[in-house]
């Protein structure tokens, strides 16, 4: 999973502060991505990757998700990163987590914080991660016509502004891209979820 926006709002980090996150009430009449059903099984195919990505594990608020290269990647049950492998064969830990999703998630939401980064016990780096969601948009997906929520991250790490589409039928970002690029950098093929 990919994110970065501007937000104006969350300028409250202070160093050495963890994940940062908004009020979770949502205004009156406010369309909302409410936190997804993950089930062992659901499965995404993502564009330029190792093959499919699958939940093969659910336990004590861990996501476990296994490609089909057989590594593992770790998420919350919000589906915020905390491992995942790296490209060159070490696992990177994400302390307290990457935080690219914040549920429920409607227009105008704001939240963010500072993540460190780890490989084995060594602090690698830190970032901070600001989002803020936008409105609801059409991304295809396997030739559907999905409904998205449009999320926009603002970073201090490359890239630095990252759009993304979280899909609700999809439990999953769908796609994310550069402003400005082309083509997406990420972009979902095919998913099986359950309900």
Sequence with gaps: MIVRLPMATLFALTVGASATFAADTPPEGAKVAELPNLQVGDWWLPQNRPGRVVVTAIKDGQVTMTRDDGKLVVYTTEINTLEYPA??????IEKPFN???SFPIWPGKEWGGEVKTFVGSTQTGSYIRKARAGGWER????GEDLEAIRIDYDSTMNPTKLTCWYAPKAKAIVKCQVPGAATPGYLVLAFGVGS
């Design 87 to 92: 490209a060159y064969g070490d696992t990177v």
């Design 99 to 101: 935080p690219n999703l």
């Design 139 to 142: 991304i295809g997906v396997m």
